[in-house]
């Protein structure tokens, strides 16, 4: 069976700090994928990023960047110079492949970012 | 581009009442679809997903049910609520590997 967590339930950070979102997952599958979403106050789930298990090359966009180690089976989410937006709940969440792309998401249970002015 | 819709945006149910919470998408088709539930400060739990019209497969046992009657549209319904089915309901599209949400419906039974 799949498994994600995330140990942070909560971080609360003085803005431009940078800070880094854990995520373990546990997968019996060769393929498959990982995401991060976040989650604004209004509900709404916003995707962030998608890995296949194949592609370890870490990511970076603008101020947000991914380690991905299938060594560790960690895929971490750091977020540099953080500003009072980024407050949100981050999930992290898996997808394992079974051909016809229809697999639902094994999400974390989210941390909650604080960042304060 | 693709957008989806979930309606209606808030919903206060009484117990034992019905239920029909709706979902389409536009932009797109021959999605997968899929019905997720969020409870307070619990995380998302897949609740059904679809392939196509007709073809629903259910995560976890309940009493809800599913339904696609089109290509692109989800309906997530349920005879008799209960208290436990208090939470926030997100409906997701894809067509490669990646979900993307819609607004969600948030559901309060009393």
């Known amino acids: 069976a799949q498994k994600v967590t995330q140990a942070q339930t909560e971080i609360s950070v003085v803005e431009k700090e940078d800070v880094t979102l854990d995520c373990v997952y546990e997968?019996?599958?060769?393929?498959?994928?990982l995401f991060w979403y976040k989650q604004p106050p209004s509900g709404e789930l916003v995707f962030l990023i998608r890995r296949n298990s194949f592609d370890e090359q870490n990511e970076i966009s603008g101020r947000y960047s991914w380690n991905f180690q299938k060594s560790t089976s960690s895929f971490n989410f750091t977020i540099t110079a953080s500003q009072v937006v980024d407050s949100a709940v981050y999930f992290c969440?898996?997808?394992?492949?079974?051909?016809?792309?229809?697999?639902?998401?094994?999400f974390g249970k989210g941390t909650h970012l604080i960042i304060q002015p | 581009s693709q957008t989806i819709h979930q309606w209606p945006a808030t919903l206060v149910q009484p117990v034992g009442s019905p239920l029909s919470l709706e979902c389409t998408v536009e932009g797109t088709s021959n999605p997968n679809l899929y019905w997720y539930r969020q409870a307070a400060g619990r995380g998302l739990q897949l609740l059904f997903y679809s392939v196509g019209i007709g073809q629903i497969s259910s995560e976890v046992p309940q009493n809800l049910s599913a339904s696609r009657p089109q290509d692109r549209q989800f309906i997530l319904s349920s005879k008799k609520l209960l208290l436990s089915d208090s939470g926030f309901y997100l409906c997701a599209w894809s067509v490669m590997a990646e979900q993307y949400f819609g607004p969600g419906t948030r559901l309060t039974v009393t």
């Open positions: 969440a898996l997808s394992e492949e079974t051909g016809g792309g229809a697999d639902g998401l094994t």
């Open positions: 997968t019996r599958d060769t393929t498959y994928y």
